[in-house]
């Protein structure tokens, strides 16, 4: 029969469809060692940017959640564990940290640089007051 993985989902109304992929490398993309779902892993190019769309908390510790792909435009929506939507919520959260660190150190390097500029026409009475 070949190579196979098992996938349970439950639905917001509570029931359960059990999803058969006879093609495990192509359907465990994604997942973890452990089992947990990598919910900010594209299935399509594989890329670590997907990112949450909407979001709504279900019972049982479930969420329902529209996930999109900015490098493929892939997109789909589905219901989580808790455990995976906190763990996906960690990801996105250091993903913010880096940015704003990215932010501050270009801000910065950007201000230097025009400080320099200005430090030079100043020196070289390249400003005048009718620049002002």
């Known amino acids: 029969m070949g190579d196979f993985q098992v996938k349970k989902i439950i639905l917001p109304s509570g029931k359960s469809v059990e ?8 359907a465990s993309m994604g997942a973890e060692e452990d089992g947990h779902v990598e919910l900010e892993v ?30 493929c435009e892939w997109s789909e929506q589905g219901v989580f564990l808790h455990a ?8 996105l959260n ?26 030079s026409a100043l020196e070289s009475d390249g400003i005048t007051p009718f620049d002002f």
């Open 19 to 26: 999803v058969v992929y006879f093609h495990a490398d192509d």
């Open 42 to 71: 594209c299935p399509d190019c594989t890329t670590d940017l997907v990112y949450p769309v909407s979001w709504k908390e279900l019972e049982d510790e479930m969420w329902e959640i529209e996930l999109r792909c900015p490098n």
């Open 84 to 91: 995976d939507v906190e763990r996906f919520d960690e990801v």
């Open 94 to 119: 250091s993903g913010t940290d880096q940015l704003i660190d990215d932010l501050e150190h270009l801000t910065r390097a950007n201000m230097e640089s025009e400080i320099d500029r200005f430090v």
